[in-house]
């Protein structure tokens, strides 16, 4: 795999957000292209973990980005794929939680998410 800079991963990282903001769930290929993109996400974090750690707080601006819920991707990123220090996971939590008080599906994933946080928290 090509290594690819900080700014080139940040760019696809939000790329790949957007075509998880606006999906058609009805269309297959529009489903199956957007968990390509999550996957993808996936694997940038853990690059940007593996490769340019130093760089987490510039990922971590992305919290303050709240178009095509930038935010809440990275909170979940961050917390579930890097080595993040106490403050980057207060923040992310905060973001989380602002969307677990949603009145949707995404509120209750987020809920769900927070409560099996919480209890992996409370084992470790």
Not at 37 to 51: C, K, P
Not at 64 to 82: G, Q
Not at 104 to 110: D, I, W
Request: charged letters at 35%.
């Amino acid at each position: 795999m090509k290594n690819h800079s900080f700014e080139e991963l940040i760019k696809e990282y939000k790329d790949c957000v957007k075509v998880n903001a606006d999906i058609n769930y009805g269309d297959k290929s529009e489903v199956r292209k957007a968990n390509k993109a999550v996957d993808r996400m996936i694997m940038i974090s853990r690059l940007i973990n593996e490769n340019y750690l130093c760089r987490i707080y510039d990922f971590a601006e992305l919290l303050n980005h709240k178009d095509f819920r930038n935010d809440i991707w990275v909170a979940h990123h961050i917390l579930e794929n890097m080595a993040y220090p106490r403050d980057l996971e207060a923040r992310a939590l905060e973001v989380i939680l602002e969307y677990s008080k949603e009145d949707s599906v995404n509120g209750l994933g987020n809920r769900m998410w927070l409560k099996n946080w919480y209890k992996k928290v409370e084992l470790d």
